[in-house]
């Protein structure tokens, strides 16, 4: 079982910037070959949709077409934490976002292949 905690999120005018973090409980991470940890968001009235992900051990980033170019992901091993830098944020970035991950990760965009899943936290930009 893995528990993760986020936070970080707020009220950010448009072209600002805030950094996400989601503590992961899992102790053991480097033994799976095939742990992923992403980010997903959800606007009201939509589905939830992809962000960001990172495989653990090789550190191979994922992004959504999207949010290239304005977001990092990336993961500090000591802390067991995962980071999600978002710079120039816009409007249509407002939305909960939550944490997720999976110990035998196949694929880094799906929701339904994370079995782990954070709270979540509301990020608002205003225009």
């Known amino acids: 079982q893995v528990q993760l905690v986020e936070s970080g999120g707020g009220l950010v005018q448009a072209g600002g910037s805030l950094r996400l973090s989601c503590a992961h409980s899992?102790?053991?991470?480097?033994?799976?070959?095939?742990?992923?940890a992403g980010w997903f968001r959800q606007a009201p009235g939509k589905e939830r949709e992809f962000v960001a992900a990172?495989?653990?051990?090789?550190?191979?980033?994922n992004y959504a077409e999207s949010v290239k170019g304005r977001f990092t992901i990336s993961r500090e091993h000591n802390k067991k934490t995962v980071y999600l830098q978002m710079n120039n944020l816009k409007p249509e970035d407002t939305a909960v976002y939550y944490c997720a991950a999976d110990t035998g990760g196949r694929s880094a965009t799906n929701p339904a292949e994370y079995r782990y899943w954070g709270q979540g936290t509301q990020v608002t930009v205003s225009s």
């Open positions: 990172i495989w653990w051990t090789s550190g191979t980033p």
């Open positions: 899992q102790r053991t991470i480097s033994t799976f070959s095939s742990y992923v």
